[in-house]
């Protein structure tokens, strides 16, 4: 059984500052300065540094040298930032918020890197209760993991790192692929859109306010996976109170629309069930190609140049106005340009959402993999065999 250590007992843990803003002495030198929004579980280079200090800078303020090879946790952030690391790949300081970890001898970086990321939950779950519930130095020292043999630890950091290679190669993929799907849109819609066409949507579209349907299965309006059945959603998920009777019906080949569509596009259904009252049912009332809508529904060019104009309200008061949305003009192409801009679309999506499946397959085999060798289930001999 690997022996257990506190993070503080192996390492030296310690913060950063921040240089005066009202002294241009102090900005603009040759000393990298990492923020926690650059902290996402990456690796940090030169090149993902935006601000720099001058040796005055540091001196006058609580900034620290930090060595390339040191680990760095965000102890502050909105969102997901809080508790993620980094490698610093270039000498450097950080601001207050960044935690720098330089470990002993003893223990391989890579290893106890992945440490970290497998307790991230767990990490950011004792954060202080403070208003933005920070993490502290005394938090992360007080951190602890199983350290087995350094050999051990060098071989357990091998083994998960070409996980983590197969997902990085995957996703870079995945990037381009979606590049590749953008100039596809803007070669096949953008440029022709002006050409075709326009109506107002409730030209092609009924809005549908069918209810009473409690027997019918309850469904899901999601932004990447569009309308779905909720048993199909991961992790815990809400169930209504009372009846369902005031939920809509919506069918196979119906599209729905709520006031915040504004940041994701329609979304297409391929099942029929009941979905909330706050979307609105659209329902195709002439013969369209369903496909080439439910792609174009979800294009940047669609939000941006057709939905943004039925956007009513600022800030968090912004809202998709839908008797708006009824009567702005959208592009209604031929229907056998439909279909054919619609397989080409449906082609690259389909690239796309298989690579996506990829490597969510590659980071469940990696989380299973965690779970044994970072906990000291699983113990690697040096001749790599897993026990």
Known sequence: MSRIVRLGDIAKIYSGGTPSRYN???????????KTTQIQNCHISEDDIDEWITKEGMKNSSA???PRGSILMAMIGQGKTRGQVAILDVDATTNQNA????????????????????????????????GQQNLNLEIIRSITF????????????????????????????????ERRFKAIVQRLVGQKCREWPHVRPSELFDAISEKNYPEEELLSV????????????????????????????IRKGDFAISL???????????Y???????????????????DFYKLFFKTYLFIEKYLSIAVIGIRDGKQISIPDFMNIRIPAPPLD????????????????????KLVERYKKQKRGLMQKLLTGQWRVRMDKEVA
Not at 26 to 31: A, M, S, T
Not at 261 to 269: A, D, L, N, V
Not at 272 to 290: C, E, F, M, N, W
Not at 337 to 356: H, M, V, Y
């Open 146 to 177: 199983p350290s087995p043999p350094l050999p051990e630890q060098t071989a357990i950091a091998d083994l998960l790192s070409t996980w983590d290679e197969a997902i990085e190669k995957t996703e870079r993929l995945i990037q381009a692929k």
């Open 337 to 356: 340009e439909q279909k054919r801009i619609a397989e080409a679309l449906s082609t690259a999506q389909q690239e796309i959402d298989l690579l996506s």
């Open 99 to 130: 935690a720098a970890i330089q470990l002993d001898s003893q223990h391989d970086r890579d290893y106890v890197f992945q440490q970290l990321l497998f307790r991230y939950k767990h990490i950011r779950n004792v954060s202080n209760a403070s």
């Open 272 to 290: 029929q069930g009941i979905i909330s009252p706050a979307y609105t049912v659209l329902r195709p009332k002439k013969l369209i190609d369903p």
């Open 260 to 270: 915040r569509s504004f940041q994701g596009g329609i979304e297409y259904s391929e």
């Open 24 to 34: 241009p002495a102090y900005w603009g030198g040759d000393i990298p300065w990492v």
């Open 64 to 66: 620290k040298p930090v």
């Open 222 to 249: 999601t932004q990447d996976r569009g309308v779905i059945p909720r048993s199909m959603l991961e992790g815990r998920v809400m169930s209504p109170q009372g009846n369902t009777d005031s939920y809509k019906l």
